[in-house]
């Protein structure tokens, strides 16, 4: 679609403005310079100009307002959330409307840009670059200091700065169907040490896994039962005092956000289709809430049998978010061109750019092991393997990890990943789009198994696909090559071994020695 | 005509020539117009009077005080050629990046410490950018790791929230520590 030239653009919002008029507000276009729009409330109270950039409306306008029409120009930058958050969609109507709304939010608790008693004589905009310097911790808490204090931090608080925490989790508390949300200020380990395990208390060995965490919301079972009285407003009911509204999380900045459904004490067996419906509404407003704020989803699964539906039927809901990001970059823009109501487009979530899902076998020497443990963890990789390339979506966010550790099962286990990573294959060399492949797959080993026989058998594989081996320091493997130059690369790295105790990089756990990276190559 | 007298306004020699200035409690300024013109606001001063600029009536600011003017004339010599500063911010959690402060300036606060609001609303007044924003760091500094109490009692602020109020707040915000 062809857009207007900046200049019609503007006189076409100007003459919609004069059409149909903002109560109470005068707006008038400069006769020298078609770049200006000023506008007047009719009381006098306020006196404002809005200067359109040449490559409006890609890039925001300026607004200047000021309180005395006497002056000869409005000078001061008015700090506007629209503006600060701009869409190409808005228009000059919409700037006026939210910047007389902002005024009279300020107006209704305090005398903007004259001194006020609360402010110590402050202005507000000084107050604004003063907190501008602090961070999330001590913006909130100067919340507690005076009611316009609190006015101005509310009113600003989508520009002032966010809170960072590392990684939120969510996951069922024990032994009851409610779902907590727990926030981690250094990494949430993923192989937890589960050896110390006290039955009085679930996760004590948290602590010494190095995780620091606080307790944000609990959403208890009962929310979805009918016949209880809900919260209307909001969607999730807090029950405790020292549990508070998941939407102060706006004010927050994540690396990850976990998804954890692993049953962490063998005797109990978590019903995750009780939670589903919780679980799916908790994960849609925090995308909302944090959306293009969160780097990581990661999804960590468990051995439970029920989990595997569970998950499945999970992932059409995170489906929806990858294709709303998927309309936001290629066509949000266009279309807010056409369509000028901006609100139906306005609450499109961005979802995070990278996924990965963890297919982990949990660690299994403290619990009764069983042999069928093993075939269920790997067989979690199978399943969301062939979810994903089913969905026939656009999967290449995603990657997928899983850690395999079994020394009894070893002779046999590369069969098993022989099997697999032929299944990979065969697909790699049939879809239509490489593109809508998971971008990795990543599976540690344990030590002992015949991988370079591994990885003759997958080089003897018969198909039409170009095959070189390829070696790099200790690492070795294969490349295969589509005739459209796609490529896949199936890497086999021995692990780093060096023990470490406490610290768990989530990434390369210790125990494994081998690790095998499946990896797509865009020509 | 007009473009000479532009370039006169603008010239070097100008700078060293002398400008009245006076401040809402009458007190006159007698200032190198390279000096005042670190301000903005001033400079525009200048630059719109142009040809007709009387210098030995004077430049009136009626905005400002003495004392405080006084101030920010001290910072202005020692910032007249300066350049302009760059504000940076981070742009994952928008937290303004800390200015690196040279010990001529940490002294310069520490003289003036009890009037930090008074400099950063003259310093915006007067379109100062390097005043400006380095008075809100330092009022920053001030605010930063302090309890709501002691910021009330540091900056004379009166408490009128509730108690029901606060408790709203630190419900509805989970990090409020106080």
New interface residues.
């Given amino acids: 679609m062809s857009r207007l030239p900046t200049h019609i653009k503007i006189q076409n919002e100007f003459i919609e403005i004069k059409a149909n008029s903002i109560e109470n507000v005068v707006v008038e276009q400069s006769k020298y310079n078609v770049w200006n729009l000023t506008f007047i409330v009719e009381d006098q109270s306020y006196f404002g100009k809005i200067i359109f950039p040449r490559n409006y409306p890609v890039q925001a306008p300026n607004i200047q307002i000021c309180t005395t029409p006497n002056l000869k120009e409005p000078r001061k930058l008015l700090y506007l959330p629209i503006i600060e958050n701009w869409k190409a969609s808005c228009t000059a109507k919409e700037v006026i409307k939210a910047t007389l709304n902002v005024m009279k939010e300020l107006d209704q608790h305090l005398n903007l840009f004259y001194l006020t008693p609360g402010l110590n004589g402050l202005q507000i905009d000084i107050l604004c670059d003063i907190l501008k310097f602090l961070d999330g911790l001590n913006i909130d808490n100067c919340s507690l200091i005076s009611k316009s204090w609190k006015n101005v931090i509310r009113i600003y608080r989508k520009i002032l700065p966010l809170r960072k925490i590392d990684v939120l989790v969510i996951h069922q508390e024990y032994n009851t169907n409610n779902l907590v949300v727990r926030i981690f200020y250094k990494t949430y380990p993923r192989c937890m040490e589960r050896k110390k395990y006290d039955s009085s208390y679930f996760y004590s060995s948290m602590d010494f896994a190095g995780g620091e965490y606080e307790e944000l919301v609990k959403i208890p079972d009962f929310y979805k039962t009918p016949g209880k009285k809900m919260n209307k407003k909001s969607s999730i009911h807090i029950p405790e005092d020292n549990h508070v509204k998941i939407s102060a999380l706006q004010n927050c900045i994540f690396d990850q956000i976990v998804l954890d459904f692993s049953d962490r004490v063998s005797h109990t067996r978590v019903d995750f289709r009780k939670l589903f419906d919780l679980l799916v509404d908790l994960f849609g407003k925090l995308v909302e809430i944090c959306g293009q704020k969160i780097k990581t989803i990661r999804l960590d699964d468990g051995k439970n049998d029920n989990l595997i539906a569970y998950t499945s039927s999970l992932y059409p809901m995170i489906f929806n978010y990858v294709d709303a990001d998927r309309l936001h970059k290629n066509v949000l823009n266009e279309i807010n061109l056409i369509v000028s109501n901006p609100d139906c487009l306005f609450n499109i979530p961005n979802p995070p750019t990278h996924i990965e899902l963890s297919c982990d076998k949990k660690n299994v020497d403290f619990l009764d092991w069983e042999w069928e443990d093993f075939v269920t963890g790997f067989d979690n990789l199978v399943r969301i393997f062939d979810c994903l390339i089913q969905s026939q979506r656009d999967v290449s966010r995603y990657s997928l990890l899983a850690n395999i550790v079994d020394p009894r099962y070893r002779l046999d286990f590369c069969s098993v990943l022989v099997t697999f990573c032929e299944k990979v294959l065969s697909v790699f060399e049939s879809t239509s789009e490489p593109g809508n492949f998971p971008s990795q797959i990543k599976i540690y080993i344990s030590q002992g198994g015949d991988y370079d026989q591994f990885l003759q058998r997958l080089f003897d594989r018969r198909g039409n696909l170009d095959k070189k081996s390829i070696k790099q320091g200790y690492a070795k493997g294969i490349k295969f090559q589509r005739s459209d130059q796609w490529k896949i690369t199936f890497g086999l790295t021995l692990c780093d071994r060096e023990p470490r105790e406490h610290a768990y990089n989530p990434s390369e756990p210790v125990e494994h020695a081998y690790k095998l990276l499946i990896k797509i190559i865009n020509p | 005509m007009a473009t000479e007298s532009a370039n006169g306004v603008s010239s070097p020699e100008l700078n060293e020539r002398d400008v009245v200035i006076t401040t809402n409690d009458n007190r006159n300024f007698t200032v190198k117009i390279g000096v005042a013109r670190v301000s903005k606001t001033i400079n525009n001063m200048i630059q719109d009077l142009g040809e007709s600029l009387d210098l030995s009536s004077g430049i009136p600011l009626p905005n400002v005080d003495g004392p405080i003017f006084e101030k920010v004339l001290e910072w202005c010599e020692e910032h007249k050629n300066a350049p302009e500063i760059k504000v940076e ?2 742009p ?5 990046k ?1 200015f690196t402060m040279t010990e001529w300036e940490e002294e310069y606060f520490r003289k003036f410490l009890s009037h930090l ?2 400099l ?2 003259a310093a ?1 007044y007067l379109e100062i950018p390097s005043l ?2 380095y008075t ?2 330092k ?3 001030r ?3 302090r ?2 109490e002691q ?2 009692e540091m ?7 509730t108690e029901e ?2 408790a709203e ?10």
Avoid: S
Avoid at chain 2, 92 to 96: K, L
Avoid at chain 2, 155 to 161: A, M, Q, T, V
């Fill in positions: 911010q981070d994952h959690t928008r937290e303004r800390w609001w008074d950063a609303m915006n400006y924003y809100c760091q009022l920053a500094e605010i930063k790791g309890t709501p910021i009330r900056f004379g602020i009166e408490d009128d929230l109020e606060k707040i630190r419900r509805t915000n989970v990090w409020c520590t106080y």
